[in-house]
């Protein structure tokens, strides 16, 4: 295989990926607590003679350098629901799973059997003082403030765990809406630059139209550098038959 074909089939593993990530952030779009995945590629040959494809437009070595996560918030949308909750401010709800302490912003949280505070996946929601938070049984009267404080009519019965990261980005990625954490990346719990909005969810940061665009041009790249593929075989194969045919 020759250089041009090397170059094209970098590309198109490129824009495989690239789709790959639209089409998981467009199918996340009502996800409430999702958050905009993308990825970063570099090019690092230069334009040679033989990398010109349709148009005599330059290709150049694609290599996958690495993936980040938009950590900008959704828009809040309330619900009214008294265990929806949204954090404003740079902040991760802490979860119990079973593979230990993951982190989320999605606040959409019910009670189990047991009465203790959950996800939809049924993880417990962790207090500061890590453990789960349980309600009695015929405790309605349910608050949560800015502070992540949790009330009742019977009193208060513990603290959300917040956790504020020094960087998101070092934030590992474990399933749609679920992050870990890496060694050497500090944390620090109960920020007072983080407010709880109890009765609301943050919704997805995907801009559907955004992303329906980037699917669009995608698309298009990925065909023209196709196109180019097949123009390069049967111009290998053209020049095999000519010798073949004047030896």
């Known amino acids: 295989m020759d250089n041009t074909s090397y170059i094209a089939l970098s590309r198109q593993m490129a824009l495989w990926k690239q789709m790959n990530i639209v089409s998981n952030n467009m199918a996340n779009m009502n996800t409430a607590g999702y958050k905009q995945d993308n990825a970063l590629f570099a090019s690092y040959i230069n334009q040679t003679p033989d990398a010109l494809g349709i148009g005599k437009e330059p290709l150049f070595f694609t290599q996958d350098y690495a993936d980040f996560q938009n950590f900008s918030e959704g828009a809040f949308k309330e619900t009214g629901n ?13 979860i119990e799973t079973k593979d230990g ?21 049924g993880d417990f929601v962790m207090s500061e003082n890590n453990t789960p938070l349980f309600f009695a049984p015929g405790e ?7 502070s992540g404080d949790v009330f009742t009519e019977n009193g208060l019965i513990g603290r959300l765990k917040v956790a504020n990261f020094a960087d998101n980005q070092k934030l590992l990625k474990v399933s749609g ?5 890496v060694d050497g990346n500090a944390v620090s719990f109960g920020s007072s630059n983080v407010r709880i909005a109890q009765g609301m969810i943050e919704a997805s940061n995907v801009n559907a139209i955004t992303e329906m665009t980037n699917l669009v041009q995608i698309q298009r790249s990925y065909d023209y550098v ?9 111009r290998l194969s053209n020049t095999i038959s ?5 030896a």
Not at 177 to 181: E, G
Not at 226 to 234: G, K, L, N, S, V
């Open 177 to 181: 809406v679920l992050f870990d954490n």
């Open 140 to 146: 309605t009267e349910i608050t949560i403030s800015e």
């Open 242 to 246: 000519t010798y073949a045919e004047l």
């Open 101 to 121: 302490e993951k982190y989320t912003r999605k606040g959409q949280f019910t009670l189990n059997e047991d009465g203790a505070l959950v996800t939809t996946e």
């Open 226 to 234: 196709q196109q180019m593929i097949d123009e390069e075989h049967d």
């Open 82 to 94: 008294t265990f929806d909750l949204a954090i404003k401010g740079d902040g991760f709800f802490c």
